[in-house]
């Protein structure tokens, strides 16, 4: 069957059927009452009901018949005929109060529903019979449903709540159907429906789509499942949250009521207020921030890992708890949403982070480099001392965050820093080779002092890919030229040739060394010659 959705919960659509028992009888009577009633026998293939075709006349006289499975055929031929049978209204009616068989009692009641309006006049009646045993109560449960006009819910919502509490499946699932009939009007019915929701899994699906019903309008829907977040049933303020959950957007007027519900002594409770706040995703009212900030310190792991969540998605702070917030950094399934939620926080977080680049454990002290990485240059720029310092830790984890740190704000201190990073590309591993040198080319035009040895690195054919980007990455102005200039007299023809088309892009600061020009201008490689040749004409040309 097709699926229809509760605000954005899937659910599948029910139809009331009989009880199991009739299902069982329905072929069987089906083909025994045409010939007791003087008729043919349809074909197997022909349906139950729509191929035999009997006269009102004849239709009352099944519903004498002394076989119950006859009268009762009878009851479910009145029901798919619906309002034409209201001729049969009061033999129905007689059947639902005094047939000896409880099978024929409930079809007359399921009849009676179909038939509607002609009805109406028994629902005083039906709310009695509610209470009675399968399987007359629950079709009668249903029929309310049908039946109820206004002026009978003050008795039938009452009775319809009550049937939800029973003991008796049939009749629970009766009543939610009928409380999903009767629509808007059942609002009352709401917290009952969702203790059944929680008590009952396997009736959820049509309890959502009663609530579909009764609350058609989501800012409707949100301030009714917010009044349940205050009910004593920690399963009724679960599956209220869980509903708000679909409708987030309409329930940003009830953030201080699900704030408050941070503090349920249920954790399954608290972890849906926090992933309900996350959906909402808002800056929230002034105690919302304080009261995610304290879950942080919540005993249940995933607690603390939805409220880090939720605080990034609104992307608030945590003022006096920005220290529960970076301690979250030494857990490790909790450490990639507080690098974000830390960096959100800014310079502040730094002395806290600064007592984490000393903690034992490396993985908190890589975090920790992360976090400052993440904060961008101008947050960042007062912790690149400490980014500088775990450039020489004993881990190469710390290392290598350090140093992506370093890149990530784009290192200045270069007076201490250039040498930190030289040894780094001489003796790191690998990936702290290309983190360093990816420092350098961040580092731009100030990073010049380096050129020698990028060169030299180049001659040795040493991370040529890299190098070349740092170079590229430093050769940024003219005020490089001059420490280009020992690489002009290197023995190596790449390193020559490289530092000639890096000082080509400024040829007028070539033209304070002509001397070095006309040794180019000699080289023995053709290449060599033919640039410095084009800029001597450069510079020479009026």
Known sequence: MRSRPYHGVPVSSVRLTTLAVWTCLAFHAAHNAPTLLGQSEPSPSEGAYSKVQITPEQLKQAFAHPDWRVRWWATQYAAQMGSEAQFATSVLARLMRSDPSPEVRAGAIVALAKVGGAARWLVPELVEYTQRPVPVGPAATWALGQLTTPQDYDIVI????????????PVRLAATLALKDLGPVAREAVPDLLVIAAAYPSLRAQVYEALR?????????????????????????EQALILLRTIAVHAKPFVPAIARVLEDDQVRVRRQALALLADIGIAAAPDCVDRLARTLRDKDLECRRLALHALLVMGQDCGPYTGDVVACLK??????????????????????????LRDPDPAT???AATAIGKMGPIEARPAEPLLLNAIRDPSGLVRAAALAALQQIGPQDLERGL??????????????????????????????????????LLARGRHAVAVQRALDGICTDASVVPHLRPAFRSSNRTVRLTALQLAARFPEALAAFPEDLATLA???????????NQLFNHLRAP
């Open 158 to 169: 009452p009775a319809l709540r009550q049937a939800l509490l029973r003991p008796n499946p």
């Open 213 to 237: 019903n009764i609350l058609p309008r989501h800012d409707e829907a949100a301030a009714s499942l917010a009044e349940a977040l205050q009910h004593p049933e920690p399963g009724v303020r």
């Open 331 to 356: 857990h490790r399934e909790l450490r990639e949403l507080a690098i974000e939620a830390v960096a959100n926080i800014g310079r502040r977080a730094l002395p806290k982070l600064e007592e984490l």
């Open 365 to 367: 002290r890589a975090a």
């Open 419 to 456: 040498p930190l990073l030289m040894e780094r590309i001489q003796s790191g591993q690998a990936s702290e080779q290309t983190l360093a040198l990816g420092c350098l080319r961040e580092a731009g035009a100030p990073a010049a002092p380096a050129l020698p040895f990028l060169l030299d």
């Open 522 to 532: 000699q080289d023995p490689d053709p290449q060599i010659r033919q640039l410095a």
